[in-house]
């Protein structure tokens, strides 16, 4: 395992993170997963045993039961504090009532308090929104934050599923009123679908943000076990519930193209598509998450796959994005600084 740092803290974090939405399985999150506290606490156990100090989880997550699951599992192993990274969000809808939802002050500030409740814990260490809220003003959601992180209960704080716009904007408030800073951007990205490289990777390079990656197999389409034709393993996630969006065609040329790869590194379909994402100097960490044991022990090997120059340039070629303006005449326009000017 190794361990890259998370944007500008100084904090290491590893390459693979363990991702909680599988935990719980209530409401409508039984369709990500329904594992209980002995398979939790096993999946716990064997993610840290492996290097895994990061955890990812949110307070929508099975409506609170995945925080709670993840606390005790962590409390029933005796884990050490200071040797993990716990990280949450919160934004999502809690409940039906006016307020159980949202970025204001009253909402964020009892959210927080519930989740140190369900985990256990004195402190989170990444609090993340969970995406953006267009009734709150940003100016509000920031001073929150902030004061979350002078009180001692977060330290760092993060975003998630946000545009490129909304981020910098959030940034530059920061900056002007001496707040604390988002340090990591939480977002979907896969080989087969790249779109964060048009806006929201440049300006992560820029800011030296971290980058979290949600999702990274598509929802499992890019397990290798879903065919073009629609079949599909009996109970399989997609089946039932299928997101996130993909071009299922882009999708299914990037497993093609990863099989052979696969096959010659003696791999899974899977640690192909995740060790892809282990090789993009801009990702921090990529959350995994797992309903069996199975699963996550596949993941986990994706980190002793190197893939070669002659592998990545394949998987480039069969997943890259179609031109988009203005990113074409960027680079166009661009080509004409990139070298010096010749002295006569």
Not at 18 to 30: K, P
Not at 220 to 237: H, T
Not at 260 to 283: C, K, M, N, Y
């Amino acid at each position: 395992m190794r361990y890259n740092l998370l944007g500008q803290t100084g904090l290491y974090v590893s390459e693979l993170c363990l991702g909680t939405m599988t935990f719980g399985g209530v409401g409508q999150w039984e369709r990500m997963g329904r594992l209980q506290i002995d398979d939790v606490t096993a999946q716990v156990k064997r993610a840290f045993d492996a290097g895994i100090n990061f955890i990812d989880t949110a307070n929508v997550y099975s409506l609170g039961a995945s925080e709670t699951i993840t606390g005790q599992a962590i409390k029933d192993l005796g884990l050490p504090r200071d040797q993990l990274v716990i990280a949450t969000k919160a934004t999502g809808i809690m409940n039906e009532l006016p307020n159980g939802r949202g970025q204001s002050r009253y909402h964020l500030m009892n959210e927080l308090d519930a989740s140190l409740k369900r985990l256990q814990l004195d402190h989170i260490d990444l609090y993340q929104l969970h995406g953006f809220d267009a009734l709150t003003p940003f100016e509000d959601v920031l001073s929150t934050l902030n004061d979350m992180v002078r009180s001692g209960k977060v330290r760092y704080i993060g975003l998630s599923n946000m545009a490129s716009w909304q981020i910098m904007k959030a940034l530059a408030i920061s900056d002007k009123r001496g707040w604390a800073r988002f340090e990591s951007v939480q977002a979907y990205y896969t080989i087969a679908g790249r779109d964060l490289e048009r806006e929201v990777i440049p300006l992560v390079q820029d800011q030296r943000l971290g980058v979290m990656v949600w999702s990274p197999l598509a929802g499992g389409l890019l397990s290798g076990k879903y065919k073009p034709d629609g079949q599909a393993p009996e109970g399989a996630r997609r089946t039932t519930f299928d997101f996130p969006i993909v071009d299922k065609a882009r999708a299914f040329r990037c497993v093609e193209a990863m099989r052979p790869i696969a096959e010659r590194h003696q791999a899974s379909v899977a640690q192909v598509a995740i060790a892809w994402l282990l090789h993009q100097p801009v990702v921090s960490t990529v959350i995994i998450g797992a309903r069996t044991m199975q699963q996550l022990d596949d993941n986990l090997g994706s980190t002793r796959l190197q893939l070669t120059e002659q592998d990545l340039q394949t998987l480039h070629e069969v997943s890259q994005l179609p031109p988009e303006y203005p990113g074409w005449m960027i680079a166009f326009q661009g080509q004409y600084r990139t070298k010096p000017p010749l002295k006569e």
